[in-house]
Antibody
Framework: VQLVESGGGVVQPGRSLRLSCAAS????????MHWVRQAPGKGLEWVAN????????YYVDSMKGRFTISRDNSKNTLYLQMNSLRAEDTAVYYC??????????????WGQGTTVTVSS | QSALTQPASVSGSPGQSITISCTGT?????????VSWYQQHPGKAPKLMIY???KRPSGVSNRFSGSKSGNTASLTISGLQAEDEADYYC??????????FGTGTKVTVL
């Protein structure tokens, strides 16, 4: 069971970036998925989650309207589209899988993280 | 969606027991039995240690246990070992499909 994030990098303030999270060796489409981030030297911050079919999405208030979580179950891939990036969005972004088929915040599989740096 | 409150640091000697608290509100910890706990070693991804308040995932030592009273959840590590030295985070469902993490606690094994 593995999750591999990609798409991070250095981006200027106000620009956009799309992160991807490729899942392998489990039935991706059966599980709710989450994005969690961690700013340098700081704690974990929940970002967003999405249900199995991609029809229900939820966000932390501070990112609502700027970030969009989505998934392509045919490609076993989770996405995070990040627009109007700010310096405070600089962080390691993790994708994570729910342990059960119902969303409960029980994240049992995590990727290695991808680093996003917002800087001019 | 304010972060749950955890002590910044907790320490103990090998073999001792320690408890990490996670204080929220009646809108998150107090309303749902959906608190999870994560262990994070430096430079690594978090690892699920407790879910739904008291349940341990397969492979997690029974030295780790969770509980809740009112708006405060707790993680207890018994028989403290050197490998338990890490950062620990709680996480709770906060309603309307959202979740909130705690501020994090650094556990030091003396």
């Amino acid at each position: 069971v593995q999750l591999v994030e990609s798409g991070g990098g250095v981006v200027q303030p106000g620009r956009s970036l799309r992160l991807s999270c490729a899942a392998s060796t489990f039935t991706f489409g059966r599980y709710p998925m989450h994005w969690v981030r961690q700013a340098p030297g700081k704690g974990l911050e929940w970002v967003a989650n999405i249900n199995q079919g991609g029809t229900e999405t939820y966000y932390v208030d501070s990112m609502k309207g700027r970030f969009t979580i989505s998934r392509d179950n045919s490609k076993n891939t989770l996405y995070l589209q990040m627009n109007s990036l700010r310096a405070e969005d600089t962080a390691v972004y993790y994708c994570a899988r729910e342990l059960s088929l119902l969303p409960a915040g029980s994240l049992d599989v995590w990727g290695q993280g991808t680093t996003v740096t917002v800087s001019s | 969606q304010s972060a749950l409150t955890q002590p910044a640091s907790v320490s103990g000697s090998p073999g001792q027991s320690i408890t990490i608290s996670c204080t929220g509100t009646s809108s998150d910890v107090g309303s749902y039995n959906l608190v999870s706990w994560y262990q994070q070693h430096p430079g690594k991804a978090p690892k699920l240690m407790i879910y739904e308040g008291t349940k341990r995932p397969s492979g997690v030592s029974n030295r780790f246990s969770g509980s809740k009273s009112g708006n405060t959840a707790s993680l207890t590590i018994s028989g403290l070992q050197a490998e338990d030295e890490a950062d620990y985070y709680c996480c709770s469902y906060a309603g309307s499909g959202t979740y909130v993490f705690g501020t994090g606690t650094k556990v030091t094994v003396l």
